[in-house]
Each structure stands twice: as C-alpha cells, then as structure tokens.
C-alpha cells in the first residue's frame, strides 16, 4: 500500500525538503517557539505514520502542488467520466431531529421534494428542553452498565420515554405507532439483557458497544420512516448495516469504506426493496468484514451520507444541521465568524480535521471521489442558502480572492510530546523510529514539527495517547537515553492545535507571518509550529488556556481584519467620563471606517467596579455603574480582562492614583496594554518605570502614556519619533502647565498676583487647593517623563523645583487660609515682574531638561518678549526641542495642554496608536 500519510493535514510524501514559510525566516525571532523555525518534517514512503485519517482513496505522490485534489495521481475519474444519477441525499443532524416537531418538519420537506431522495438520519439530539442527545445518553449507559452501576436501568427507561412519546406525537394512535413501539420494546429487552450481562462481567466490548450505540439512529429512522409511509410515501427503510461494509483504520479511530462489497449490497437491497422514491437510511451505523455491527465514529452519520452518495452516484448531498453552513470559526466560539459561501473539499477536509465538528472529517472523501457538490445547510434558517462544497470553479475564485485564509478550528485537549537530543542531528532514520513506534502503540498523530537543527522532533497526540506515547519511546530509545544521545522525551500537557486552512494560502506569501504577529500581540506563546507542505494550512500548538483567545486574534486578524480591543477604564471622573463620550461618539465610525472595535469592557473607580462581557453600554453606563457594580478590586479587574476572550485588551489609567500605576506592570504580565494620562509611572521610582519599559519591549505589550505631557499635544510621539530616528535631543524646555501658563500669560495685565491666582481658581483651571499646581511637583513629573524619554534616566528627586507657594504658607493646613494669605507675598511676585519688565523680558514658570549637561529643573524663567514662549494666550502650553537636527531653530509644539476634552483626546489617539500597532490600517 503506498503510504502518503497526511498528518495534520500534513502532506508527508510531498515534502523532500520542502521547507515552510517558517523556515525561511518570516516569523519574527521573539515568538518564543519550542520548535523555532520548525517545519514539517518528511517521512520516507515506508516509514507508515498513521492513517487513521488518511483518505484512503486519495494519495499524492506529485512533488508538484496539487491545486486541488483531483491532482491526485491516483485512477480517480474524471467529472466528465462520472455519470450522476437523480439521487440526492439529504442527511440531518441530531439538531434537526430531537423534537416531533422537528421530524415532521423535516419529513414534510422530503415529502415535497420531486426526484428520488435518499435521506440519513442521525439519532435524536439535543434541543432547549432536553439537552441531551440519544447516543451521549446511551454511552453513558453503556458506561455505567460495564462500571456496574445499576443506573443504567434509569437511562434505557428515559431512551424507551422519550421514543414513545415522540411516537405518540408523531404517528397517533395508528398500526405505525404499535407497530413502532413493538419494534422499540423488543429492542429495549434486547438492550436490557446485553446491559446487565455487561454489568455482571464488569466490562463491554467494542463489538457491545457498537452494536448498542446505533440504536439511536434505528429508532430515529424507523419514526421518519413509518411518519413518511404513513403519509402514503412511496418509501423505504433502509437499515445501513445490511448496506455499508467498513474496516476499521489501525487505530481505530476511523473506518474505511470496502467500496466493493457495499455497492454490491446496495444493489442486493435494492433488488429486494425495488425502485422507491424515497428511500430513509440509517446515519452513523455499517457492519464491519466480520458481519458485525458497528459504527463510522462520533458524528459519522455525515460521512454516512457522503458514502451513500458515493454509491449511489447521487447528484447532490444536503447536510441540514443547525447553522447556515461552515463558518469562519466555531461560531460559539468566535461570535463574529462568518458564513462561508464556498469551500472546496480539501478545506472542508482540513477544517473537519482541525475540529471544525459541523462536519465529520472524513466526510467530504467520498463526495470528492465522485466530484458531488455538498451543501450544509441550516434546517432551522431554510432562506440561508448555506455552504457549498465542491471544486467547481475554486482555483478562479481563490486567485481572484484576497481570501488567504478560509477558516480557523482547534483541536483541544492534546499533548505534545518533544524528543530532544544532541544525539539526534544527521541520523537517519530517528524520526521514522519515533512514528514507527508510536504507529505501533496505536497512537495517532495529530501534527508533527521538527527544529530545522533536528535537535528535536515534537508531535502533538490525543491526551489520552500521552502517556502511551512517551513510554514507548522511552523503551524505543532507552539505549540512546543511556548514552545521552537523547536528552528528554517530555509530555507537555493541556495544549491545544490551532490551525488555519485555506487553499488561497498556495499563492500567499507571509500567512504564516501574520498569523504568528496576531498571535504574538494577543500575548499567546506558541510550542510549536507546522505548515502541509500542501500550504493548505498551518497549524501551532499553544496553551489549552489561549484557546479561544488565540482563535478570536487570529480569526478577526484574518478575516475580518478588525481589531477588536476589549478596554477597562479605570477612573471614571472628568478625563474617564469624557474619554467614555468620546468612545460613544466615535466607536461606529472607527468600525466602519478603519476596523477598529472598541468595546469597554469594565469600569473601576477607587471604590467599585463594573464588569460587562459583553460590553459596557455606553448610553447608560452611569446608571449601570450606579446600580450594578460590585466592589472594586485591581487584581480581579485585572484578571477579568486578561481572561475576556476578545484578543486585544487594554487598560486605561484615567486616575492621578499610585494604586492602578502599580498594577501596571502585573497587568502587562496578563498581556494587558496600559494606556494613561497618569504620570504617576512615568515619573515613579526607576527600578518600576524600567521594569514596565522591559515587559514592554519583550512583550509585544504596549504602555501609552502620551497624555502625560501636554494632554492630547503629540509631545511624547514626537520625542520618541526623533530619537528612533537617530536624532540627538539637545535641550527640551517648556511650559508644561495650563495652571501656570495661564497665570503668568495673565500676570502683567495690572492686577496682583494674587489676584490672578483667585481668577484661575474660580475659572477651574487650578487644583482645588491652587498649592497642587503652584509648587511644580506636577511640572517636575512631567521634566521626569520628559528626560526619560530623551534617555535622561532621572528620579523626580533629581529634578530641583522652585516652587511658587512661599515657604510660610507650604504648611499652611487649607486652601481657604491659602489663598487668604496669599496676597502678603504680592509685592515678592511683583518685583520679579517689574525687573523683568525693565530687561524687556517677561516671567515664564518652566520645566527644563538639560540633556547635554544630565539635569532637569522646574523654575521661574525670564524669556525676552519676542520668544515663542512670551507669545502664549490662555492656558496652552509650549515645548521647545533643541536637537542635533533643529539646533539654530528648535522645534516648537503649541496648543491647548490642559482639560478634560483634550486630555481624554489624548488618551482616545493613543488608543487608536494601539489599534494602529495591532494591525488596524492605517
Ligand atoms: P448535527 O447534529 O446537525 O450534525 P453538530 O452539532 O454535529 O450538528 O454540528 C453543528 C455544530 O457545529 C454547530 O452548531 C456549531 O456549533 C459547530 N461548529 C463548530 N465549528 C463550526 C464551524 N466552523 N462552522 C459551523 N459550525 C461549527
Ligand atoms: N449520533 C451519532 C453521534 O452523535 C452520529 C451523528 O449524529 O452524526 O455521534
Ligand atoms: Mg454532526
């Protein structure tokens, strides 16, 4: 048998040394990968991998790129030598069949149709009133009846209810009913006998259970039938185990059709049953060589009906489930994935493998045999006109499309088991003796990656295969352990495979890259990593906890290409209050316009704390804060955030508080941004300001303090664009202060300082107590922040303040008494003035960074009235940068500094910069 083993997708037989995008270095050096630049390794012909989900009648051996599977070498006919005959096939899902309502809906549509139709039927599902489905609730009878725990009794008496009473709905008091209810009974005592004998023996086989388990689809099928006869259907039942002829895969995860030996049966059936219209098929159930009952595995009614397609040569399969088709993602996970209108049947494959459980994997092989067009449709949205698959026409649409990338699925729950060793590099054969012995325990194989330095070789397995896997490479490689040639063969647990599928991905270069990007801004650390040689998809292994995360950042990264940003606004004052109306106001158009999704997830104030998964109305988000909040606790709003499954989350600081400036670097950790007008981090103590710069440097995590200087004034974007730029910041001066600015452009009208320090006071430009402002401890932090940004590591402490408040009221207890006292010190301040005056020069209380010379400083400062800074009005401030590059003329910025309005504007444009360094267009 020629083995072309596709693991994970994973074309092995193609890839001689076929390297991924991986391997040719576009992924960024700081992702942390177990397997950095790990591709996806060849095994020779021989060395037989497991094909458990090979498609057995499909195997490349083209070195060349298969557009699409009809590349493939092996005697498939061709479209035009198929001939299809007028059945179709319509399967529905459990979904569609776990009410009497259900069923007769769904029989009432097979009814109307006019063409001979096959219909497979799965067994009942689940649905709002009972959420359980008929075959979890008779493995799970199985179960216990083999743990010999009597409830299994309780179970077979809820099956027989259930089915009588869906009887009863369905048929009335009519010979159908009691002919169904005999039918059920018999099987029920049949059931009964064969649950206790397992019980008595403590154990059940698989034949047991095979046979058991697909009572749930011949019970489903027997109602449809019987409803459809009893409407005068020309119809026919058609038990699949008289039928189909499976053999099991080796490790018997999936079967493979004995295509032979079922058509002859089909056609035996059909000399017995003759021509009907309609004939109703049993999903999920087949025999095997043997004669003896079984199954086609979890959800194998939808390969049932591709198989039955196949044999029939049908036109057309419809898979009525309960969504509009294949999504983007799982639409429970990723709420914004789209319905997909076409995918060809490699992507449908792949997406099924991956995880994708609105189709069985191995369903579309049959249908791509036989070039039938399947249609998943949604059995409760009929206008929907679903997701078609087939081939007709993708390689057009995929080079027309700018669609890379089709769909996102994740395998959850696996392991990753890594064989590492010195010992390893340039031995042939290492990787054909790991696969070989895990082939051999059974164990199949999920995705395989190995270091391009073939230091290691690592594969990720089901969780339960962990354990195996490990001890039988431990015995395998035990010689090679004792001599040191092999250092570790490690399980490492609770991981999870993502995967991306699209056969767009063939013409694209840099997939990989942005998928790897995405993941990297949502802060996911990935394993390890695998690209098919196929480019059909390209799979990583990551933390089981990033699942859902990882599968929104890709996912709105790819397809949607909006950036979603989940924000928690701590503060919720004038800046907080104001930023939130700026967000309301804005938030559709960033959407429409530029694919930003701003969502606010969470407020906090020092008290209380909002939290709203799903956003944060922000009509009514004082009332809800108001009524709805709970006690706030940093940590937890933390944690909150760093757990909301949209990817992208930030905090933004709106407080003049220590206590959100410390949970900055924690929250980082969490792979939070942190967006702040507060300076109390910038400006704090070194050590905490260098750790924050560290994690955000390391950690693709942002911190955007940009309102900090100058509120929404581009001081902070301005300072770091020159130095990145390799320019030299000589001197930044200014007037940092809309008090102070607003104080001294006033002093000079006439009126005594004190009296200009009232008129501040009472316009709401000063602090409550006006010392806040007229001491220079604000200017200093902003020199601070200033000087650190120019590479001038200072603490506040270094940077000397003259401050404005005397020394006699410094200690004074009120504000009140303050500003009492203050016209005392007038004739102090005016003699400044005047002898200022006299030069031709005017006052201007400034801070000061002295970079050539390492020092910062906040003071009084005499300007000669034609400078730039004598020319201010009102409250604006003014920063001069002398650089190396504006030395004669210093760049100047000017404009309002201060106020809620433009401060929260600073703050919202720094949440854009984010959005902007998270892939938002720009
Ligand atoms: P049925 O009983 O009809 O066979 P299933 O529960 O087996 O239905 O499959 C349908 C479910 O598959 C959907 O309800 C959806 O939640 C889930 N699903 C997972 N991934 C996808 C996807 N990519 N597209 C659509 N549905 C998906
Ligand atoms: N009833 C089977 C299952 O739940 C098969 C199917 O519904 O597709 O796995
Ligand atoms: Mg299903």
Same mark, same amino acid.
């Given at each position: ?8 997708? !994973?074309?092995?037989?193609q $890839? ?5 995008l991986?391997?040719q ?10 397997? %950095?630049n ?34 493939a ?13 007028e059945?179709?096939?319509?399967k529905?899902g459990?979904t569609c ?5 259900r ?7 097979? /009814?109307?149709?006019k063409?001979?139709n ?5 067994a ?56 169904f ?13 064969m ?8 154990? @059940?086989?698989e ?12 019970w @489903?099928? %027997? =109602?449809?039938?019987? =409803?459809?006869?009893q409407?005068?259907?020309d119809?026919a039942f058609?038990?699949?185990?008289d ?10 995860t999936?079967?493979?059709l004995?295509?032979?030996?079922s ?10 049953? +003759? ?9 999920f ?12 595995r ?16 049908s ?11 294949v999504f ?10 789209? $319905? ?21 994997? #191995? ?6 045999k ?6 998943? %449709?949604?059995?409760f ?7 078609r698959?087939s ?15 089709k ?18 590099v340039?031995v042939p ?7 070989s012995?895990v ?23 089901? *969780? ?14 035990? @010689?090679?352990?004792?001599?040191g040639?092999? @250092?570790?063969i490690e399980?490492?647990?609770? $991981? ?9 991905? !063939? ?8 998928m ?5 801004k949502?802060?996911v ?9 196929s ?46 109306r ?5 938030r559709?158009?960033?959407? #429409? ?5 701003? #969502? ?5 104030s ?24 709970v006690?706030?606790?940093?940590? *937890? ?9 949209i990817?992208? &989350?930030a ?9 959100p400036?410390?949970?900055y670097a ?13 300076k ?5 103590? /070194? ?23 100058g ?5 902070l974007g301005? /300072? ?6 390799g ?16 104080i001294?452009n006033?002093?000079g ?18 602090e409550?107590?006006?010392r806040d402002?007229l001491?220079g ?12 940004e120019s ?7 270094d ?5 404005l408040?005397?020394?006699? /009221? ?9 500003m009492? #006292? ?7 301040m ?5 002898e200022?005056d ?10 000061v ?6 020092? +910062? ?10 400078h730039?800074?004598a ?6 401030n003014?920063?001069?940068f ?11 910025? &000017? ?8 401060t929260?504007a ?16 720009s």
């Amino acid at each position: 048998m020629l083995v072309s083993s596709v693991v994970g997708g !994973v074309n092995l037989s193609q $890839c001689k040394s076929k390297k991924s995008l991986l391997h040719q270095g576009v992924v960024s050096n700081s992702i942390p990968l177990l397997a %950095r630049n790990g591709y996806t390794k060849c095994v020779k012909k021989s060395q037989k991998v497991s094909d458990s989900i090979r498609p057995s009648s499909f195997v490349f051996t083209s070195k060349q790129q298969p557009k699409n599977l009809k590349a493939a070498t092996e005697v498939i006919p061709t479209s035009t030598q198929i001939v299809h005959t007028e059945w179709r096939i319509n399967k529905f899902g459990g979904t569609c069949m776990s009410t009497a309502d259900r069923i007769r809906a769904a029989a009432e549509l097979m /009814l109307k149709e006019k063409g001979p139709n096959c219909v497979v039927l799965s067994a009942m599902g689940s649905h709002p009133t009972s959420r359980v489905k008929v075959t979890d609730l008779i493995l799970n009878m199985i179960k216990k009846a083999s743990l010999q725990d009597a409830n299994f009794l309780i179970n077979l008496a809820e099956l027989q209810e259930k089915h009588v009473d869906t009887a009863k709905q369905l048929l009335g008091p009519t010979p159908e009913l009691t002919k169904f209810v005999s039918l059920l009974m018999d099987d029920i005592s049949n059931l009964k006998a064969m649950l206790q004998a397992m019980s008595i023996a403590g154990m @059940s086989n698989e034949s047991f259970s095979d046979f058991v388990v697909g009572h749930g689809e011949l019970w @489903s099928a %027997r =109602l449809f039938y019987l =409803l459809c006869k009893q409407q005068g259907a020309d119809v026919a039942f058609m038990d699949t185990r008289d039928v189909l002829v499976v053999t099991p895969t080796s490790d018997g995860t999936s079967v493979d059709l004995n295509e032979e030996v079922s058509k002859k049966k089909l056609q035996e059936w059909t000399e017995l049953n +003759g021509k009907r219209k309609l004939i109703v098929a049993t999903g999920f159930i087949a025999k095997n060589t043997l004669g003896q009952a079984t199954t086609l595995r979890r959800n194998g009614s939808d390969f049932s009906a591709t198989i039955l397609g196949a044999l029939f040569r049908s036109q057309h399969i419809t898979i009525w489930t309960d969504v509009d088709g294949v999504f983007s993602a799982d639409p429970r996970k990723v709420p914004e994935a789209v $319905c997909l209108p076409s995918l060809t049947y490699h992507e449908a494959w792949e997406l099924s493998y991956f995880g994708a459980n609105v189709l069985h994997p #191995r369903t579309t092989l049959p249908a791509m045999k036989y070039q039938i067009p399947i249609t998943i %449709r949604n059995f409760f949205n009929q206008e929907a006109p679903g997701t078609r698959v087939s081939d007709v026409g993708s390689d057009a649409d995929y080079y027309r499309s700018k669609v890379t990338v089709k769909g996102f699925a994740t395998i959850d729950d696996v392991t990753l088991i890594s064989v590492e060793g010195t010992g390893m590099v340039g031995v042939p054969g290492i990787a054909s003796s790991i696969f070989s012995a895990v082939r051999d325990a059974g164990v199949n194989v999920i995705m395989i990656s190995q270091a391009s330095s073939e230091q290691s070789i690592c594969f990720a397995v089901n *969780k339960h295969d962990g354990d195996v896997a490990v001890q039988v490479l431990e015995e395998k490689f035990a @010689s090679s352990i004792a001599a040191g040639r092999v @250092s570790a063969i490690e399980a490492i647990r609770h $991981c999870c495979v993502l995967a991306a599928v699209g056969q767009g991905m !063939v013409a694209h270069k840099g997939v990989a890259a942005t998928m790897m990007s995405a993941l990297a801004k949502a802060n996911v650390n990935i394993k390890a990593i695998a690209q098919g040689s196929s480019e059909y998809n390209i799979t990583v292994l990551i933390d089981q906890a990033d699942s859902e995360r990882s599968l929104q950042a890709v996912h709105s990264r790819f397809y949607l290409s909006d950036v979603p940003i989940g924000v928690g606004i701590v503060g919720p004052g004038l800046i907080g209050g104001t930023l939130i109306r700026q967000l309301k106001e804005q938030r559709e158009q960033l959407k #429409r316009e530029f694919n930003i999704d701003l #969502r606010l997830l969470g407020i906090a104030s020092s008290k209380k704390m909002l939290l709203c998964e799903t956003g944060v109305n922000l009509d009514t988000w004082k009332e809800d804060f108001e009524t709805n909040s709970v006690p706030c606790d940093l940590e *937890k709003f933390g944690e909150y955030l760093a757990n909301h499954y949209i990817p992208n &989350r930030a905090i933004v600081d709106c407080t003049a508080s220590d206590a959100p400036a410390q949970k900055y670097a924690s929250w980082m950790e969490k792979g939070i941004h942190i967006v702040t007008p507060n300076k109390k981090m910038g400006s704090g103590p /070194l050590d905490q300001y260098r750790a924050v710069r560290k994690l955000q440097r390391e950690g693709y995590i942002h911190f955007f303090y940009e309102g900090t200087v100058g509120a929404g004034l581009p001081v902070l974007g301005t /300072l770091k664009h020159l130095v990145e730029t390799g320019d030299k910041i000589i001197k930044v001066e200014g007037i940092l202060s809309g008090t102070l600015s607003y104080i001294f452009n006033t002093f000079g009208d006439g009126r005594p300082f004190s009296e200009i320090v009232k008129d501040a006071k009472a316009k709401g430009y000063t602090e409550p107590d006006p010392r806040d402002d007229l001491n220079g401890t604000d200017v200093a932090r902003k020199v601070c922040i200033l000087a650190r940004e120019s590479g001038l590591m200072l603490e506040l402490n270094d940077v000397p303040v003259q401050s404005l408040v005397p020394e006699p /009221l410094r200690a004074v207890a009120s504000a009140d008494e303050y500003m009492k #006292r203050i016209p005392d010190f007038d004739a102090e301040m005016d003699k400044k003035l005047k002898e200022a005056d006299a030069a031709g020069e005017c006052l201007r209380f400034v801070g000061v960074v002295d970079v050539s010379n390492g020092k +910062g400083s906040v003071e009084l400062r005499r300007y000669p009235k034609s400078h730039p800074f004598a020319q201010l009005q009102g409250s604006d401030n003014i920063l001069s940068f002398t650089t190396q590059r504006y030395f004669k003329q210093p760049l100047i910025i &000017r404009g309002p500094g201060a106020g809620a309005d433009v401060t929260a504007a600073g703050v919202f444009s720094d949440l854009l910069r984010l959005a902007a360094y998270l892939g938002a267009p720009s």
